[in-house]
Every structure is written in C-alpha cells, then in structure tokens.
C-alpha cells in the first residue's frame, strides 16, 4: 500500500519544479507565493516610501514648496492606504505562506490555488489604486480613514478608492481563511494547538480577526459607493443618518486591523528573543492566552478612535477604560520577552538587534498609546502630530522592524545563504536611530499642538520639522541597504551548513535542510523533531 | 487497485497541481472592478461594465468544472475534503460579518442617529438649532425629508410573510434532501432538492414584486432617506444571496441528476446547504428588524 502511493506520487504533476512565467503565475506552492507576496510587500514599502519622503521634504520648512496642498493631502492619504494594504500586510502574509506550513510539519497550504487567487489580486488592486494619481481630481485625499463627508466629495478617484478596497480586502479574506484552514487541518500528528509556534498561533488569531473585520470594511465603504453614486443616506443627517456612523463602522474593523498588523510581529519576536537568548520563551501558555485577550479587546475599543466627535459620556468612559485594559496582555508580553532573556546567554545578530529595537520602541509606542486613551489628555492630543508620532512608533518600529527581524531570522533557510552580517548590522543601527530621529520630535510637535495632515505650518514648529525630515531622509535612505542585503545573499551569500542557521533556533523550519526543498514535509515530521521544537 | 492510488488515506498528502485559473479570476475581478469604475465615471458606455461579469462567469464555469472533474476522479482525500468544509465554514462566517455592517448601520440609526436628531440626549441642540420641527420616529427619510415628503413604510404581513415561511419551508426540504442523500435514497433527493430551488426561485420573485410596489405604489426607494436605505441595501444584498445561493442548489441538482455524490462524500453538496441555512438565518434577522419591529 505505502509502495502505491509512493509510486502515484512520483508521477504526479505536482513532484517537478515548474519553469518559467508558469511558476509563478500558476504558482500553488505556498514558498513560490510566500516570495512574490514578499517582493511585492518591498515594493509598495518603497512606493509608500516615496509618498512619505515628498511628504517630509515638504515639511522641511514652513511654507508650500514642492507640492500644493490638495497633492500633500494624497500624498498623506496614499501613503497610508499603500503602507498597511500593500507594505504591511502582505508582508505578514508572505511570511505566513513560507512559514506556517514548514512549522506545522505540512506539506503547503491546505487551499494552494485559493492561495494563488489570494496573491494575484493584489497586484491588480494597487494598479487600480495607484492609477488614481493620473485621474481628473488626483489621487484619493481624504485621508486613509475615508471619513465622509470629505472623501464623499473625491473626483473620479472615489470609485477607484472603494473598488480597490474592495479587491485588498477580498485578498485578505481568502488568504486568512487558509491560514486558518491550514492551521486548523494540516498540523503534523503530534503538532497539538500547544505545541505550536508562537507565530504560527499568532497569525491563527490574526486570521480569525481579518475574517472578523475585513467584510466589515466592504460594508463600510459599500455604504459609501452608494451614497455617493445612488442616493443613500447612511451618512448623511439630512436622510436620518449620520457622518459619525462611518466612524463607528470604520473602526470597528480598523482597531481590530491594527493588531493584525501587530500580532503575527508579537509571534516573530516571541521566537527570535528565545533563539538568541538561548533559552525557551518564558510564559509560552501565558503569551498566547495574552494574544487572544489582545484580539478580544480589539473588537471593544475602536471608539477611541473617535473622542472627539462627540460621543455620550458613558461610551466615553467605557471606551477609555476597555482600552486601558489592553496594557495588561501587553505588558503579559513585555514581561515574558524581558524574562525570556534574564540570565539568557544572549547574542547580537541582526535578527535579535532588530526585536530589541521593537522590545524598547514598541513599548515607547505602547505608552503614547495609553496617554492617548485618556479621554481628557486625547481631546488635547487628537489630530496633532502626537497621534503620528504614536502609530508609527507602533507601526514602524512595531510591524515593520519584526518583519525585517523575521527576514534576516528565516532568510537562511528561505536560500541556504547567509547574509552580510556587517551590512545588516549597519542597517539597523541606521534604522533605529534615525527611525528616533524622525518620529521622536513628532511627539513635541503634537504637544505643542502641531496638527497633522497640514502641507504648511506655523514657524514655531520649524525646527523640530527639519530634523524629523532629516531623520525622515537618512531612515528611508538606509531602507534601500534592505533589498541589496537580499539581493546579495541570495547571490553570492555563503553557504549555510546543516539545518541550523542560528544555533539557538527551535522549531520544525530548523530539522529541515538549508534551503528548504521545494516540498518538505510531504511526510510528516517525526515526534522527536516536534518535540525538539516545542520546548517550552 | 487503481483506486487505492487514490484513497482517502493521512499518509499521503494531495497537492493540486497548478492552475491557470486564479489568475483568470483575479483578472476577472479586476475587469469587473474597472468596468464599475469607468461606469461610475462615466468613462464609456453602460457597455464598458459588461465584460466583467461575463469573464467572472467563464471563470466559475471553468474552475468549478475543474473541481468536480478532479473530484469525480477521487483524488481528493478526507483532509482535502475536510479543508474544503473548513474555507466554506469561515467563508460564511465573513457573509456574516458583512451582513453585520448592515445590521450596525440599522440599530445604530435606529437606536441613535434618529433620536438624537429628534433632541434626545446630549444632542438637543442639533435639534434646536438645525431642525427645530422634526420629531424623531421610524420609519423616516430624516430632517430633510430626503427622497420625497411622504412615503409609505413595507408591511411585515404582506409579501415578507409568505417570503419567511417559504424560505423556512426550503430549508426543511434542503434537510430532508440531505437526509435522502445520506440514506441513498436518489428519487426523494432529486424531488426535495427541486423544490428546495424552486422556493428559492419564488422567493425572489416575490421580492422583485415587492420591490415594484414599493417604487410605485408606496413611493419607497432606495432614495428614501435612511428607512429606504437599510431597507433595500439589507433585502437587497439579502435578496443577491438567495438568488447565488437558489443556482448553486440548481447546479447542485443538475450534479445529482448526473449521478454525483455518495452518501458518504458530497461537500458541494453540503456546502450549498450550509450557505442555504446562513441564508435563512440572515432572513430570520431581516424579518424581526426590518419588517416588523
């Protein structure tokens, strides 16, 4: 019997390495589209980038200089919509595509051309949301939040905006229902819900809340298209409805989107920090209870979004409290990733420099966040540039600085070549103290009152801009040091020996040979290999 | 033992091969996403939103054609099966959600908007300073009488009645089809299965006739302030799924005419009830909320 299969298996379509365009337009092996997601992550980030350093280089002193402001207010808005939709997320879903599967012991994905499907609509939604730039009216300027009444008034880029929303969220959707279906199905005999990975459990409850939140989002600017195109009032008093509804809507899937982007960074440093600390990660069971509250709260806080608007004085209060709580599975967190590395023999390679960097800025991130759920504090707070300083220390230095700690983790493995280790090395030291230097002063600015999203400001917040915009230049310019790192690893990057790129790395990607077969685990891991890799 | 190659067995795990067409979906939609743009701006024709949903189509034709055929070969294994049941399940579970949207967007105009447009609450002054004379109430079009002075609310007694009990009726027949299934039971299933779609049919039928006298009998539009939007967006995106879900139970049945399924592995089959059932339960909340409450 086991003759017979192995025998069908050689002969199927699936057992060779497809070439060519069909490789990857056909593509249904979960490395293939984990790598364009990636590649196609790097390139928005440097799209989104470009967007943020015209954004800086106008507010490199008072006055309109480099662009007029109804182009500033895209430029804010595309910024932002590109950075989560297309740098972001995706990321996180390349990461989950290479990842899960090798550190659940499955041989791919469990819906491989759902997954395909996932993919290419991408490509194809950022083409019709960047094509918006050429269109009567610009780009969409209303801000990433799509509030009405303003983003009611866009030109002919309104459309553009909601069907591209449209398309990014039905991406998410059907990526996050294989994850989930992967997860759930697919583990290897042994590989129980406790045993496994804390990125892989992560990115489980990621999924649940994209499937949650992103068909909340659809309804959303649905609401939206038809107000605009076919005479609804959902925002629109007159009709009975009501602008702050949006709001209401909207945040209910964006506080949940915001740990998205968050919760599958919490796994990677979960598994970094042991690895380099070289010890088990403290509280394993505690960090994933602390993972689950996170996204409870998610769905219970969004109000704080919307202080301002003028909500009754109970959803004031119940808002504020309900967010408060959330410092407590965070700082579970914090704690557990301090006392991983208490009496830890710790070492200092680019993976683990880059989840220090998240430990400290994240957290800084985490207590502007707390100021800020202070009704009283946040009605002065609210729209300055404390707030932008706030979600890019969680954002940047959150979600972004663990994704480039999980690329130079499991890069070894992805090609079986180490990186420049120097270079690297540079590459964060350049990232975090130039990231400190463009968004430190941004908290100044905010309590000075500056608000954000304006193209010129007042001369008394004229310093603090240029050295932000200075920081802002050397922190996106080093960016570029990212790709080349990659680019010569993949390359010319010395050949890694054995399993092992790092030798305190625990987990099923570690017992598979460098790089990683094509198909691995086509036979499941044995109990010994799960074993090893769950210790905890 | 050609068979045994293929059985449903845990060591051996199936991996599609690829497929050209994901990638003819994704151009699909983005064809039809295109064309609803160049539509709303008036870029071309009504003619330019065509050829979306004519590519969307030719695209489920094909992949699902793919599908069954690999699966009346029996290539897919019990893991395989259950991953499908799993994406259906959560698959559902975002219809719900986006239903969600809908419902919020109701209690919150209901419980909230209109009030405080009326004066409740801290909201008085709203009230005072911009529509001193409305008086909040349901059903309404607002302050401003948006989409004309006087419209007529739809009756829960009418229509909407005759619609609960024939889409509650067309989920027992889809069960007892089940059941039929299940026992081998061919001729009962093929029967409760035609009627299932059948129902499903009628219902919409029935909706396009209430739709008509809403527009020219009870001057209720869309346009109808916020009453009129929670009404047809919430029927109408209801309504949109009633009619997926009557073909997919008709292409269901045309499968079973042709000898598909087995008592023990029929997920099309399953899957189409489960969407059935959301169906039933979204209409359940629609007919409390909507038309009768």
């Not at chain 1, 092996?29 to 196609?40: A, C, E, R």
């Not at chain 1, 120097?422 to 430190?440: D, G, K, P, Q, Y």
């Not at chain 1, 092992?500 to 017992?511: P, S, V």
């Amino acid at each position: 019997m086991a003759e017979t299969t192995h025998a069908h298996a050689e002969h199927d379509d699936h057992d060779h390495k497809p070439h060519g365009w069909r490789r990857w337009v056909f593509a249904t092996n979960h490395k293939d589209i984990g790598t364009m997601y990636l590649v196609f992550s790097c390139i928005m980030f440097f799209t989104g980038g470009l967007f943020a350093m015209t954004i800086r280089a106008e507010l490199f002193k008072p006055g309109l200089q480099i662009v007029d402001a109804g182009v500033f207010n895209s430029l804010t808005t595309m910024h932002g919509l590109v950075m989560i939709f297309g740098a972001i997320m995706p990321a996180w879903v390349g990461l989950a595509n290479w990842m899960i599967p090798i550190q659940i012991g499955a041989p791919d994905m469990a819906l491989p051309r759902l997954n395909n499907l996932s993919f290419w609509i991408l490509p194809f939604a950022f083409v019709l949301l960047l094509s918006s730039w050429l269109v009567p009216g610009s780009a969409p300027a209303g801000g990433w939040t799509m509030y009405p009444p303003l983003t009611l008034q866009l030109g002919a880029s309104f459309p553009m905006l909601i069907f591209a929303i449209h398309m990014m969220g039905i991406s998410s959707i059907l990526g996050a229902i294989n994850v989930v279906v992967t997860i759930m199905n697919l583990r290897a005999p042994g590989m129980t819900l406790m045993r496994m990975p804390l990125f892989v459990w992560t990115w489980l409850i990621t999924a649940f809340l994209l499937i949650a939140v992103m068909p909340v989002l659809a309804g959303a600017v649905t609401m939206m298209l038809t107000d605009h195109f076919f005479g609804t009032s959902f925002f629109n008093a007159a009709g009975g409805g009501d602008p702050v509804m949006f709001q209401h809507i909207f945040w209910f899937f964006g506080h949940p989107e915001v740990y998205i982007m968050i919760l599958p960074g919490f796994g990677v440093i979960s598994e970094i920090i042991p690895a380099f600390s070289r010890k088990p990660l403290f509280g394993y069971e505690a960090m994933v209870y602390a993972t689950a509250s996170i996204a409870f709260l998610s769905f219970i806080v969004w109000a704080h979004h919307m202080f301002t608007v003028g909500l009754p004085l109970s959803a004031l209060l119940f808002f504020m409290f309900a967010t408060m709580l959330i410092a407590v599975p965070t700082g579970v967190k914090v704690f557990n990733w301090t006392a991983t590395m208490w009496r830890g023999s710790l070492s200092f390679e680019p993976p683990m420099l880059f989840s220090l960097a998240f430990l400290f800025l994240f957290t800084i991130g985490g207590f502007s966040g707390l100021m800020l759920a202070l009704v009283p504090a946040d009605f002065q707070y609210q729209d300055t540039y404390f707030v932008v300083a706030h979600f890019h220390y969680v954002l940047v230095s959150g979600s972004a600085f663990a994704i480039m700690a999980a690329v130079y983790y499991w890069l070894p493995k992805w090609v079986g070549r180490m990186y420049d280790m120097r270079l690297a090395t540079w590459h964060f030291w350049l990232s975090a103290i130039f990231f400190n230097v463009l968004f430190f002063p941004q908290h100044f600015l905010g309590l000075a009152g500056m608000p954000r999203r304006i193209p010129d400001y007042a001369v008394q917040f004229a310093d603090w801009n240029m050295v932000s915009s200075i920081g802002g230049f050397v922190f996106g310019l080093s960016q570029l040091l990212f790709p080349y790192i990659i680019w010569k690893c993949v390359r010319s990057g010395k050949r890694v020996e054995g399993t092992r790129a790092w030798e305190g790395a625990r987990g099923l990607e570690w017992e598979l040979p460098s790089p990683a077969p094509y198909h691995s685990w086509t036979t499941p891991p044995t109990e010994a290999m799960i074993a090893r890799g769950a210790e905890h | 033992m050609a068979s045994n190659a293929h059985a449903p067995d845990s060591q051996h795990y199936y991996v599609p091969h690829g497929s050209p067409w994901p990638i003819v979906a994704a151009i699909a939609l983005f064809t039809l996403m295109w064309g609803a743009v160049a539509y709303l701006d008036n870029w071309g024709g009504a003619w330019v939103f065509l050829p979306g949903p004519l590519l969307l189509l030719f695209m489920f034709g094909g992949w699902f054609h793919t599908v069954i055929g690999e699966n009346q070969l029996g290539i897919y294994n019990t893991q395989v099966d259950r991953s499908f049941r799993m994406g259906m399940l959560w698959f559902i579970f975002s219809e719900v959600m986006f239903f969600g949207a809908f419902f919020g967007a109701l209690f919150y105009a209901r419980v909230l908007a209109v009030p405080w447009l009326g004066g409740a609450g801290a909201r008085g002054l709203t009230n005072l300073i911009l529509w001193p004379k409305y008086e909040a109430a349901w059903p309404t079009n607002g302050p401003g009488h948006v989409g004309g002075d006087s419209f007529q609310a739809m009756s829960a007694y009418g229509i909407a009645a005759i619609n609960t009990l024939i889409l509650l009726t067309s989920g027992l027949t889809v069960t007892i089809a089940h059941h039929a299934l299940r026992a081998g039971n061919r001729g009962r299933l093929k029967l409760f299965l035609a009627l299932t779609f059948v129902l499903g049919f009628c219902f919409v039928a029935l909706q396009g006739h209430e739709y008509y006298d809403a527009y020219t009998k009870l001057n209720l539009r869309l346009t109808t302030g916020i009453y009129g939007s929670t009404f047809f967006m919430l029927t109408g995106f209801h309504g949109l799924h009633v009619t997926i879900g009557a073909i997919m139970l008709l292409v269901v049945w045309l499968r079973v005419l042709r000898g598909h399924f087995t008592p023990r592995q029929h997920f099309a089959f399953e899957a189409v009830s489960w969407y059935w059932h959301f169906v039933d339960v979204v209409w359940l909340g629609l007919f409390v909320f909507v038309y009768w409450l």
